[in-house]
Structure formats: C-alpha cells, structure tokens
C-alpha cells in the first residue's frame, strides 16, 4: 500500500474515526484503524463493536491496499503533520510515514484480524434537519446514564410520532425534547447509545440541510460527505415516562434562567466535593432563596420570582439543576413541585419543547 495526501485533509479524517477505536480492549485489532488505498481515495475506518465510523478521502494512490493501524497513537502523530503532504506506505517494518525530508515506523496488524462491520442499513429511516437533529440531541445526551448496571440507560429512547422525541434518564434526572420530522418510514421507537447520538451531531455542519438515519436489524446508520456513523441499538425496555412524569403540581415559581444560574453557581462553590452537592430552594412570597452550607461555610441568596401555590423547601443535586437549567433556552424558565421528596420539572416558560426532571434529595442538615 502507498498514497500520497494532505495532512491537514488527513489529520481530520483520522480524529474522527479514532473516536469509535476501543480502549483497554483484549483484542488489540480493536484499538486500530484500518486504512485502505483503492483507485483515488483512502477509506479509514475504526469500530469498538458497538459504534463504528468510516471515513473516505481523496489520495493518489501508487499502490492499492490495506492495513492496521493503532488509532489513537495515529490520530496524535498525524494531528502533528497538518501543515505537511504525507507519504504513507507499507513494508517489512510496518507502516512508513514519510515527510518533508523525514521518515518515521508505525507497527501494525494485518486488516485480515479487522472485524467486518455491516454497511448495508436501510430498510426504515427518517429525515430531519441537521439545526433540529443536533438541537435535541444536546439537549437530552447530558442525562443518560455513565455505568453499566443498566446498558439500556446509557442510550436515549427515540419514539418517532408526529414529531421526534427523544428520553433520556440516568435513575436521578430525566430529559424530554421533541423536534420536527419532515418524513419517516417503518420503526417507531428505537434505543440508541448516547455516544452514537454526540458522534452523529458531531460530523453535521449545518443547520436546514436535511440528513437521513437509517435504522434495520437492530442497527442505525447516518452518512454525510464521506463520513458514515453505524452503531447498534440498544434492546431491551425502556423507562415508560408517562409513569414518571407528574401532571399536576402544588407549587410553581417562574424566574430568570441567568439570575438563577447565577446563584446556584455561587452556592456550588463552598458545597465542591461533597457527596450529594446540595443546593436548597425556598420558595414562597414572590421570592427564592438559594442556599448551601459546607464546613468551609455558608451561601444564601433571595432572587425575585412569580410564585404560585404552596410555600416549599426543597434540596438538590447542584450540577442536576444547573445541567437542566442551562440546557432551556428561554430568559425565563418555571419549575413545578409537589413538595419536598417529589420529582419537580424545569420547563422554558413559553415553548415547553423540552422537559428536564429531577429527583430532590433529603436534607438533614
């Protein structure tokens, strides 16, 4: 194998398939990109088992081929070689990288050790605008669980109706958004890795363009301008929001989003490293009063507020709330309780879009 290309060209094609490149992994083919020279173009490609990204880019190519490569420590050596023309080639001692008057050896591994990744999805999809797809999906990823005592919960629950939402949850916190689909075939509901859905907002650049996702035999795919994203799906049940989601309340507050940022973000201060990093709210009399105490000492401040309902004095995880709070959208926000140990949700006062709710953790201070 032998090509000729850009290394800026390069460096990004590289940086983003070494994304889906596993880690401390027991097969070490895992941690590898394949690269392939064939006709005009160099194909990369890289897989975890569960996501898999391939890039195509243009080359000149001297002799076709194929090899492995490790991804990570590739993405960092050619992300050094931007501004140069790279000469890629393959030999007895393993991969030559050749430029400017340099040489330098990479080892590799036979592309024949590479699993085979199914590019073939197509059978059902749906089409939104990139603005749209990339708006949502900031919006609820943040939620999703970290841990693997429940797989399900590191994905996000796609339900295709009218419009698409979108759930996410971690056993603390759930998120809820919705955006407009422009046409839809086949499946309803799908559960995706919330890696998988940062990955493909990631590769879109624009805003009113449309991108297609196509979903067949538990697997979902996205392509745009030679970078293709194709992960499996999550399979089991899901968290039935409607069970979780109060539709009355005692008490709501409406309020400045950035005042109450603000607040929290001073409360947080002398609460860092605590384990539960609480936060109290008192609501009531048009006003609330935020505070936090450590053994470093104490915060409280009152902002101004529409109150509306019973008066309430509720704790909670700091970084829950400002998450939620900074993912709204609108200058004001309202948030509705049913007492002290209830789930509350946080809601943009006019366009209710999107939904955040969290569970308040008792204070015995």
């Given at each position: 194998?032998?090509?000729?290309?850009?290394g800026?060209t390069?460096s990004?094609?590289?940086?983003?398939?070494?994304?889906?490149?596993?880690?401390?992994?027991?097969?070490p083919?895992?941690?590898?990109?394949?690269?392939g020279?064939?006709?005009?173009?160099?194909?990369?490609?890289?897989?975890?088992g569960?996501?898999?990204?391939?890039?195509?880019?243009?080359?000149?190519?001297?002799e076709?081929?194929e090899?492995?490569?490790?991804?990570?420590?590739?993405?960092?050596?050619?992300?050094k070689?931007?501004?140069?023309e790279?000469?890629i080639?393959?030999?007895?001692?393993?991969m030559?990288?050749?430029y400017?008057?340099?040489a330098?050896?990479?080892?590799?591994?036979?592309a024949?050790?590479?699993?085979?990744?199914?590019?073939?999805?197509?059978?059902?999809?749906?089409?939104?605008?990139?603005?749209?797809?990339?708006?949502?999906?900031?919006?609820t990823t943040?939620?999703?669980?970290?841990?693997d005592?429940?797989?399900?919960?590191?994905?996000?629950?796609?339900?295709?109706k009218?419009?698409?939402?979108?759930?996410?949850?971690?056993g603390?916190?759930?998120?809820?958004?919705?955006?407009?689909i422009?046409s839809?075939?086949?499946?309803?509901?799908?559960?995706c890795?919330?890696?998988?859905?940062?990955?493909?907002?990631r590769?879109?650049?624009?805003e009113?363009?449309e991108?297609?996702?196509?979903?067949?035999?538990?697997?979902?795919?996205v392509?745009?301008?030679?970078?293709?994203?194709?992960?499996r799906?999550?399979?089991g049940?899901?968290?039935?929001?409607?069970n979780?989601?109060?539709?009355?309340?005692?008490?709501?507050?409406?309020?400045?989003?950035?005042?109450?940022?603000a607040?929290?973000?001073?409360a947080?201060?002398?609460?860092?490293?605590?384990?539960?990093?609480?936060?109290?709210?008192e609501?009531?009399?048009?006003?609330?009063?935020?505070?936090s105490?450590?053994?470093?000492?104490?915060?409280?401040?009152t902002?101004?507020?529409?109150?509306?309902?019973?008066?309430?004095?509720?704790?909670m995880?700091?970084?829950?709330?400002?998450?939620?709070?900074?993912?709204l959208t609108?200058?004001e926000?309202?948030?509705s309780?049913?007492?002290?140990?209830?789930p509350?949700?946080?809601?943009?006062?006019?366009q209710?879009?999107?939904?955040?709710?969290?569970?308040?953790?008792?204070?015995?201070?």
């Open positions: 194998m032998k090509f000729v290309c850009d800026l390069l990004e094609a590289v940086m983003k398939v070494s994304k889906a490149c596993a880690v401390r992994t027991m097969a083919v895992m941690e590898c990109i394949k690269i020279a064939e006709r005009d173009g160099v194909t990369l490609l890289a897989t975890d569960e996501l898999s990204i391939r890039k195509q880019i243009k080359a000149e190519i001297f076709e081929g090899i492995c490569v490790p991804g990570k420590l590739f993405a960092d050596f050619i992300g070689l931007t501004e140069e790279i000469s080639s393959t030999g007895e001692k393993g030559e990288i050749k400017r008057d340099s330098s050896y990479m080892q590799t591994i036979s024949d050790e590479f699993p085979q990744i199914n590019m073939q999805v197509g059978e059902d999809s749906f089409v939104m605008k990139q603005g749209a797809l990339k708006k949502i999906i900031a919006e943040f939620c999703c669980a970290q841990d005592s429940r797989p399900v919960l590191k994905g996000c629950l796609l339900e295709l009218d419009k698409l939402q979108i759930t996410a949850l971690d603390y916190r759930l998120a809820l958004s919705e955006a407009e422009l839809k075939s086949g499946e309803n509901s799908i559960i890795p919330a890696r998988t859905l940062t990955e493909i907002a590769m879109l650049p624009g009113e363009e991108i297609t996702l196509y979903t067949q035999g538990g697997m979902l795919l392509s745009y301008e030679g970078t293709v994203v194709v992960s799906l999550y399979q049940d899901f968290v039935k929001k409607e979780v989601i109060p539709s009355r309340f005692a008490t709501t507050v409406s309020l400045s989003k950035e005042e109450l940022i607040s929290v973000e001073r947080a201060i002398l609460i860092r490293g605590d384990k539960n990093n609480l936060v109290t709210l609501i009531g009399g048009g006003t609330v009063r935020i505070s105490a450590s053994e470093i000492g104490t915060v409280a401040e902002i101004s507020a529409e109150t509306d309902g019973v008066d309430l004095s509720i704790s995880n700091a970084k829950y709330l400002l998450d939620s709070l900074r993912a609108e200058e926000v309202t948030i309780f049913n007492g002290a140990i209830s509350f949700i946080l809601q943009n006062k006019c209710k879009e999107s939904l955040y709710l969290i569970l308040p953790v008792r204070n015995n201070a």
